[in-house]
């Protein structure tokens, strides 16, 4: 898949909103947000560095960056442009005032409305996967999952990131037996490739400006791919959810 460049000279993303403290942008697909030490292709964090004050940051590699997407997840993404931003972000997550909302097309109809998963997670051993643990290496993750529609053979769901481990919904949806469309590391080839990746897409973010106090929703769309899916899916049986 071919990186694509907006109108403001950026590859790979364009920026949605701007202020001295934080970025807000949507992210395109095919993309790392930093660098992973092993892909020497371009990055969102290095695009940006000239807006960052990395030097108040550790984390050398990617300053700012509290909220990971993968590779092939597109959506809305927060990058902080300073330490104290970013400490205020890592907090309203923490307490649950910081709203991050996923859209995922998943297999398999789901009969419950709502689920709850609080599952923990741990890294499978020498590769770059996950898997839901009872060990003590094993970190608590916790996913809220709405269930929006559901077709003949799928569904679309709302999950909402009450945590944010390294591929959380991904695992948690596989888990329950539901991997999303295309999930090449924890489902299957449908038939998209690995270009296009996972059907999640961030599609909403909440939270109270650090400098204003307002509350601030960005809300955007899926991209034609995505949509197509969800429109033949819905052609081909679509059963109201209560």
Known sequence: MKLTMN??????FEIIDETNNYFVINKFKNILVHSDGKDTSINIVDQLRDKINVSEFDDQIRPGVFQRLDKQTSGLMLIAKNKKTYDYFQNA????????????IVHNRINETRMLLKLPLERVK??????VSSTHNAKMSITEVIVLENYQYSALVECILHTGRTHQVRVHLSYIKHP???????????????DYGQFLFSHKII???????????YKIQPDATFTALLEKLRN???????
Not at 207 to 217: A, G, L, R
Not at 236 to 242: A, G, P, Q, S, T
């Open 7 to 12: 109108k403001n000279n950026y590859t790979g």
């Open 93 to 104: 997550t923490l307490n649950k005032t910081l709203v991050k909302s996923y859209l995922a």
């Open 126 to 131: 020498d590769i770059s996967k996950f898997k």
């Open 180 to 194: 999303i469309f295309n999930d090449l590391l924890y489902g299957k080839d449908d038939n998209y490739g690995k």
């Open 207 to 217: 939270f109270t400006d650090i400098e204003d106090n307002k509350v601030k929703e």
């Open 236 to 242: 081909c049986k679509i059963i109201k959810v209560d």
